[in-house]
């Protein structure tokens, strides 16, 4: 019984995002995803490129 008025009290002084944090945040994440696979994609291809002159 005590952990879950650890839990409940826990939660109580939780401080949570609003709407706007939750977006910008999730913004955030979303551009960083799309950046990070353009560059892998862009590095794959060049390291295919050279590997294929060298074959």
Aim: net charge positive.
């Amino acid at each position: 019984m005590k952990f879950f008025k650890s839990v409940v009290q826990t939660m109580k002084d939780t401080t949570w995002l609003n709407a706007k944090e939750t977006r910008r945040d999730t913004t955030t994440v979303v551009a960083m995803s799309i950046a990070f696979a353009v560059f892998f994609g862009v590095v794959d291809y060049a390291v295919q490129a050279v590997l294929s002159l060298i074959a």
